[in-house]
C-alpha cells in the first residue's frame, strides 16, 4: 500500500514510518520540520519518498496525497504553552491543517485517514479514567484545535463516507523524543538532565499523574487502525490505562540510570492538569489494541537509547 505520513520526520511520525516500511508499504513524508527533524528520516534513505511542506497549504496537502489510499495525519505543533503564546499559529497547524489534509485525502481517493488526537482535549474534568464519552472542555487552543480537528474527522466519514479514526494520545515517550526545549516531553528532560549531571526539575509537588505511554503502544495503534473494520469517525484513547506520578517517574528513571540526583521543586505550570488517566476498552473492542510495552519496559528502552545516543557531558 502506498502510505502518506504527515509529520514523519517527528518523534512519533518517524516510530510509524520504520514501522510501515518494515511491513513492506511504501511511505510518503509530508513534514516543513518546523518541529520534526530530517535526521529522523535519513536512516530510511530512499526508501521514503519526501514532500517538504505546511499541511495547511493545499499545494503541499494535494502533492502529498496523490496515489495514497491510506493517510496517517500526525503533523502537529504539539506544544500547551506555545498555543496559549500563538493561538494563531496553533489553530492553523492543527485544526485547519486537519481540514486541509482531509479535503486533499478526500480528493486524491485516499480512503482511510488516522487521526493524531490528544488527551489535551479532557482539560480538566476530574472523573478518571477519562472515557472518550466523557465531555470536552479543553484548557488551550492546542486542546481546542485537536478538538476540532476530531470533529472534522468525523464529519467526513458521515459526509463523504470516508473510513476516519481519531486516536487520542496520552503522553507519549520514547527514542528520538525531542529534549530540545523547556516544554519538551518530561521523560527526555529527565532523561536527558541525569544523564547530563543536572538536577530535574519537577513542577509542583510530583503528585501530578500521566498516563505515560510507550511509542510502540501508539505505533500498534495505528498499524491496527490501518486494517480495522469499521471506521466511522470513532474516536479512541491510546495509552496503558495506568498513571503514574511525577515523584515515581523520577524514581524510576534514576534506578534505571543508576544515578542518584534530587529534584529540583519549582511552582506548578499555569493550566497544568492535575491526573490523566485514559481508559482503554474503546480501542481494544475496535482494534484489538493492548499495550506491548510496559512503562519500565518502555523506560529502559528510552534510557538505553539516550545513553547511546545523546552527545552528553556526564559529571557524576
Ligand atoms: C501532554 C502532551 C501535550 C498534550 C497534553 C494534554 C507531551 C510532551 N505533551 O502535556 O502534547 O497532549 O499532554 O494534556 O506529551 N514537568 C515537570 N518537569 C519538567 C517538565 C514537565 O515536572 O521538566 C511536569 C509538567 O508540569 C506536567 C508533567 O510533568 O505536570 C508532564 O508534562 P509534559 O510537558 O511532559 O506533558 P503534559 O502532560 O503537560
Redesign the pocket.
Known amino acids: 500500500m502506498k502510505i502518506l505520513v504527515t509529520g514523519g520526520g517527528g518523534f512519533i511520525g518517524s516510530h510509524l514510518v520504520e514501522a510501515l516500511l518494515a511491513r513492506g508499504h511504501r511511505v510518503t513524508v509530508l513534514d516543513d520540520f518546523s518541529t520534526g527533524h530530517a535526521e529522523n528520516l535519513r536512516p530510511f534513505g530512499r526508501k521514503v519518498a519526501l514532500v517538504r511542506g505546511d499541511c495547511a497549504d493545499e499545494a503541499a496537502a494535494r502533492k502529498a496525497c496523490r496515489g495514497v489510499s491510506a493517510v496517517f495525519h500526525l503533523a502537529a505543533m ?3 504553552p506555545r498555543s496559549v503564546k500563538d493561538p494563531l499559529l496553533s489553530h492553523r497547524t492543527n485544526a485547519t491543517a486537519t481540514l486541509t489534509m482531509l479535503v486533499a485525502a478526500r480528493d486524491a481517493g485516499a480512503r482511510r485517514f488516522v487521526y493524531a488526537g ?3 482535549v ?1 482539560g480538566d474534568l476530574p472523573t478518571l479514567p477519562k472515557r472518550e464519552d466523557m465531555p470536552t472542555r479543553p484548557l488551550s487552543p ?2 481546542l484545535g ?1 478538538l476540532a480537528g476530531e470533529h472534522y474527522v468525523r464529519l467526513f466519514a458521515s459526509l463523504y463516507g470516508m473510513e476516519t479514526l481519531t486516536l487520542r ?5 520514547g527514542p528520538r ?1 525531542d529534549p530540545g526545549s ?6 527526555s ?2 532523561v536527558t ?1 541525569l544523564l547530563e549531571g543536572r538536577r ?5 509537588d ?1 503528585r ?1 499523574t ?1 498516563d505515560f505511554t510507550y511509542v510502540a503502544n501508539v505505533v500498534d495503534a495505528n498499524l491496527r487502525a490501518l486494517t480495522a473494520k469499521g471506521l466511522r469517525g470513532q474516536t479512541l484513547n491510546v495509552a496503558t490505562g495506568k498513571r503514574i506520578s ?1 515523584l515515581d517517574l523520577h524514581r524510576e528513571v534514576s534506578r534505571e540510570l543508576g544515578v542518584e540526583r534530587s ?1 529540583v521543586h ?1 511552582a ?2 499555569q493550566g ?2 492535575k491526573h ?1 488517566q485514559a481508559a482503554i476498552g474503546a480501542a481494544r473492542r475496535l482494534l484489538g489494541y493492548r499495550p506491548i510495552v510496559s512503562f519500565r519496559d518502555g523506560i529502559r528502552r528510552t534510557t538505553d537509547w539516550y545513553r547511546a545516543s545523546a552527545p552528553i557531558t556526564r559529571q557524576n
Open positions: 504539539p506544544s500547551v490528544s488527551s489535551a479532557y492546542y486542546g485537536k494520545y496520552f503522553n507519549v515517550f523524543q523547556p516544554y519538551s516531553g518530561v521523560i528532560l529527565f538532565a530535574p526539575v519537577i513542577y509542583g510530583g501530578q500521566r511525577l529534584p519549582r506548578a505550570r497544568d492538569i490523566s
